[in-house]
């Protein structure tokens, strides 16, 4: 078969699963599921949270973070999802990423707000990010496997979940650090 021939048949079994996951959204996870409102609520309630709880003075720099975090766990839970490690069984619309509510908004938002705290009071962000995870991994992740919202299979476990969350959070207090002391410099 040759290269052509290969994307050729991906486009057709990308069009195929499209059309299941349309069908899918309709039946168990539209508006007129109660799902749907906790995945919306997922989403909204951590940005408003966060629209009052800013720190105005460093809102770049907190931004920044978090939109790292967020981009992170977006690419990461694409490619769980893609590998077949993680199901996200409903979502706000088909188009968008499946655990959109989780990793752009309740996941990233967590540590924002966790970030703000350890640098304005100086703590120690690897220990409080640390048990941030623990919360999110420990806590959370298994009430959403409880009440259906996804599945975690293929030897994927919570304890990975957690490392997950340690990892993407390092890294972007990594980068965040770095651009904050790139451009101090500059000026």
């Not at 007129?32 to 909204?44: E, K």
Request: with cysteine.
């Amino acid at each position: 078969m040759s290269g052509v021939e290969y994307w050729q048949e991906i486009n057709k079994a990308s069009e195929k699963v499209t059309s299941l996951m349309y069908s899918f959204w309709r039946m168990y996870s539209d508006w007129g599921n109660w799902q749907f409102w906790v995945l919306l609520l997922f989403l909204l309630a951590p940005l408003i949270v966060l629209l009052v709880k800013l720190d105005r003075k460093r809102t770049l720099e907190i931004l920044f973070f978090g939109y790292t975090v967020h981009m992170l766990w977006t690419y990461t839970d694409l490619a769980l999802i893609r590998q077949g490690y993680i199901d996200n069984y409903y979502f706000l619309m088909p188009i968008l990423p499946q655990g959109l509510g989780i990793t752009a908004s309740l996941i990233p938002v967590s540590f924002m707000l966790l970030y703000q705290y350890c640098i304005k009071h100086e703590h120690n962000f690897f220990v409080w990010t640390t048990g941030l995870s623990a919360v999110l991994a420990f806590g959370f992740a298994p009430i959403e496997k409880v009440v259906g919202f996804v599945t975690i299979g293929k030897g994927l476990t919570i304890v990975h979940i957690f490392f997950i969350d340690i990892t993407i959070s390092v890294v972007a207090y990594g980068m965040t650090n770095f651009f904050v002391k790139f451009y101090m410099a500059r000026k």
